[in-house]
Nanobody, 127 residues
Framework: QVQLVESGGGLVQAGGSLRLSCAAS????????MGWFRQAPGKERDVVAT????????YYADSVNGRFTISRDNAKNTVFLQMNSLKPEDTAVYYC????????????????????WGQGTQVTVSS
């Protein structure tokens, strides 16, 4: 069993930055590929970024590529999402997700593949 707890959301002006954190319980964190999803009001939840178990591979949605960076610290059981040059359209609830095993981008595209979810953290970008 893995519990995921996000933090770091908040209100920021367009052009600003936020860093989200997701702390995982348990001693098998490095066994899971990790990802960040987001859900804007009235829209479906979509994957934003994923990172492999070792942290050696990362993938991004086109809408955030070049602005967001996903990273992880396996010693601290934590995954991060650094968000720069934020836009009002980045406003959403952001969720941390864990997939056991390799868990590449295509795996995270199917929400049914996600083994564990965090509770979400609100990010609001004002114009």
């Amino acid at each position: 069993q893995v519990q995921l707890v996000e933090s770091g959301g908040g209100l920021v002006q367009a052009g600003g930055s936020l860093r989200l954190s997701c702390a995982a319980s348990g001693r098998t964190f490095s066994s899971y590929a990790m990802g960040w999803f987001r859900q804007a009001p009235g829209k479906e939840r979509d994957v934003v970024a994923t990172i492999s178990r070792s942290g050696g591979s990362a993938y991004y949605a086109d809408s955030v590529n070049g602005r967001f960076t996903i990273s992880r610290d396996n010693a601290k059981n934590t995954v991060f999402l650094q968000m720069n040059s934020l836009k009002p359209e980045d406003t959403a609830v952001y969720y941390c997700a864990a997939v056991e095993g390799m868990g590449g981008w295509s795996t995270f595209r199917s929400e049914n593949s996600v083994n564990y979810w965090g509770q979400g953290t609100q990010v609001t970008v004002s114009s």
